[in-house]
Structures are given as structure tokens and as C-alpha cells.
């Protein structure tokens, strides 16, 4: 009998684990339960007065041909006893489940879901695939057009809900991606974007400092022990203050809950997020606001200095028709995210009357429609 080399028993030994380490990851594709997370009530706008809340799960694919599907997890709210005129789906960022646009942590102030209800309008805010109680497919199978694709598929789901004359979608960072994405392949479905975290620059020190700011979910953090898949990532416990945020303008009670809430980004996502920094936006239909902090350290420095607001505002804008009636915000003493700063109540206002102008909101059609 012919004696086996070490290189044969090596390369058999690392199939038998990659076999047996992808058994594991197809038997753990569904969501984690977090203890932040409530199954019966699914975020936190529920607990408000006069709203009512429909926890859903929504059976997606990942592409068009795909038989098989993975279940979304969200929740629709509305303000109670009413008929919603507009929809707005939130989409968060890269690490940031239902959390980012439903801040636990004084939801009043911080929670952009409780200011929409507020103005009479119906909101859908989910987890990703990839994060929170949705599925987990490979982390590799998920990028920007996956989401994309997987967003059409839930307002169709949400659009379902009631009688809606308007849809917008609002995305942070990554989720701007998403929804920018989106609106380009299938513009019947939205009447506008809101982009905020997002412009077409990257700021040169992002990726080191993202690199070291981040493990390999299945092995650190949280969700260790329940995720087998190599290809999720997730923040490093306190990592994220002194990148995301203007520490003079944040309540340290921000940070910290941010840091017990982070959640998994896959690598696909990082990896597809950059092909939407080129001109892709020069051929969007719908109107668009966009939204960024002077201090953003993910989109501004490098060339481009977003203390000087006209500058970003002209640079910005160069990448969306005219048709668009693009209009893009710069505010002060703000990093990425803009939602939970102090000004937070100012970031809410500038989106909430976008809305109301260009798309129509609280029963109301838009004042100010673009015309295009």
C-alpha cells in the first residue's frame, strides 16, 4: 500500500475541517436572539402612546432565481386608529440592526421611528439579512445588490400593510448604499431616498481604523458561540465613540448603548460597499436628500473638507441629475451618526420636512413636489 505524504494528509485534514466547519454554518443560518431584543415586541417604538406595531417576517431570496428563502425580521408600525398616506422603510448601517433608527436609549430624543409616527406616517424598520433575528446566509453571499434586491422584495411585503400613496426609503451609511441601489434598478417603487452618512468620498484613514476596530464575530463579541460563519465581522467593544461620533456633541449614554447593541456586518457588504462611491447616482429618477456630519470620519477628508459646507454641497450634488432636485445638508459638529448626536432633534427635522415637500407626509401630498 502506497504510504500517504504530509502534504496529502494536510490538504485532506483542511477539507475535513472547511466540510465540517460549512456543515456548521448551514445548520446556524437563522437569527440570534439578543438580549436587547424583545421577540414578543420587536423594537422599542411599540411602548409609544397612540402607536400600533405588527412584528413581520418576511420569506426573501437572494436573487431572482434563487428557490430557496431566508426570513427577514421587522416590525410595521403606525400611529393607532389611522390610514397612513406614507411609508417609510428605514434601512441601517453596516453593523446596526433596527437599533440605529429606533434608539432604545432615550427613544424620545434619539429615536427617528417615534419622530415619523409622530408626523403621521407609517414606518417598516427591520434587520438586514445578516444581523439581529433575520437570517444569516454566507457572509459572502451578501453585498450591496443582494440588499438591494432583498429590499424590493420587502416593500412589497410592507407596501402590503395599508393604503399607501407614498414610499421612501431612508438609509444610513452602508443602508444609503442599499437604497441609493435600489432606487436606480427599481425606481416604480419609491417616490424618494433619504441618504444620510453617505456622499461620494471616503476618507483615506477610515479603512485602518476600521481594521482595527473590528473581529471575526464567530470567534469574539457577543453572537460568539451561536454564528459559525467566518465571514461576519463585528465592532470591537468600545471602538466605535471616537469613530462615529463628535464626543462634545454626544451624550456618553449614546455611546455606551451603542457599544452593547452592535451587531454583525458580512464581508460581502464591506467589500460591494465601494462601487457605489463612483457616478452610478448620475442616472437616479426619484428625488433625494442627502445628510452628512461636518466631522464624518467614514465620508469626509482626504480632498475633500466638509467644514466648508457649499464645498461638500457642490461636490455632492454634481453626482445627481437635476431632475432629482437633490438637495444635501452638511451639519455642524456632527460625525456619522448624525441620528445620535445632541442635534439629533435638527437631523429628524431636516428629513421630516424633506419628506413633507417632496414626497408627502401625515395624510398630506408634497407641498413642494420635483417636478422631473
Not at 456548521?24 to 421577540?39: A, C, H, K, S
Amino acid at each position: 500500500m502506497k504510504k500517504r505524504s504530509k502534504k496529502f494528509w494536510f490538504f485532506s485534514t483542511l477539507l475535513a475541517v472547511v466540510l465540517v466547519w460549512t456543515a456548521l454554518v448551514l445548520l446556524m443560518t437563522g437569527g440570534i436572539d439578543r438580549g436587547f431584543q424583545d421577540n414578543e415586541n420587536y423594537s422599542w417604538a411599540h411602548d409609544m402612546e397612540g402607536v400600533e406595531c405588527f412584528p413581520l417576517t418576511i420569506p426573501v431570496r437572494l436573487k431572482e432565481q434563487d428557490r430557496g428563502t431566508w426570513n427577514l425580521r421587522g416590525e410595521y408600525c403606525k400611529p393607532a386608529g389611522t390610514v397612513p398616506k406614507t411609508l417609510q422603510i428605514l434601512l441601517s448601517g453596516a453593523g446596526y440592526g433596527i437599533t440605529y433608527w429606533d434608539f432604545p436609549y432615550q427613544p424620545d430624543t434619539y429615536s427617528y421611528a417615534r419622530a415619523a409616527l409622530r408626523a403621521g406616517d407609517a414606518v417598516f424598520n427591520f434587520d438586514r439579512l445578516g444581523m439581529g433575528l433575520s437570517d444569516h446566509p454566507f457572509g459572502v453571499s451578501l453585498d450591496v445588490d443582494t440588499q438591494a434586491f432583498v429590499l424590493k422584495q420587502v416593500i412589497d411585503v410592507a407596501g402590503e400593510q395599508g393604503q399607501f400613496e407614498h414610499i421612501v426609503t431612508l438609509g444610513h451609511s452602508f443602508g444609503s448604499t442599499v437604497a441609493l441601489a435600489h432606487a436606480l434598478q427599481w425606481p416604480e417603487q419609491v417616490d424618494g431616498i433619504v441618504l444620510t452618512g453617505f456622499i461620494h468620498n471616503v476618507n483615506p484613514g477610515f479603512g485602518p481604523a476600521m481594521g482595527k476596530g473590528i473581529d471575526v464575530a464567530a470567534f469574539s463579541g457577543p453572537v460568539a458561540g451561536d454564528l459559525f460563519d467566518p465571514t461576519y465581522v463585528i465592532s470591537k467593544p468600545d471602538s466605535r465613540g471616537d469613530v462615529f461620533y463628535t464626543r462634545d456633541n454626544t451624550d456618553e449614554g449614546v455611546i455606551a448603548t451603542d457599544n452593547a447593541t452592535r451587531e454583525t456586518t458580512a464581508a460581502g457588504e464591506l467589500i460591494s460597499m465601494s462601487r457605489y462611491f463612483k457616478d452610478q447616482s448620475k442616472a437616479l429618477e426619484v428625488p433625494v436628500m442627502v445628510l452628512v456630519g461636518e466631522n464624518d470620519f467614514v465620508v469626509c477628508g482626504g480632498d475633500l473638507d466638509c467644514t466648508d459646507h457649499e464645498a461638500v454641497v457642490a461636490f455632492e450634488t454634481q453626482f445627481y441629475p437635476a431632475e432629482t432636485c437633490p438637495e444635501v445638508n452638511v451639519l455642524d459638529d456632527t460625525n456619522h451618526n448624525a441620528n445620535l448626536h445632541l442635534n439629533a432633534q435638527q437631523s429628524f427635522g431636516l428629513m421630516l420636512d424633506w419628506i413633507a415637500r417632496r414626497v408627502g407626509s401625515g395624510g398630506s401630498g408634497a407641498t413642494q413636489p420635483c417636478l422631473n
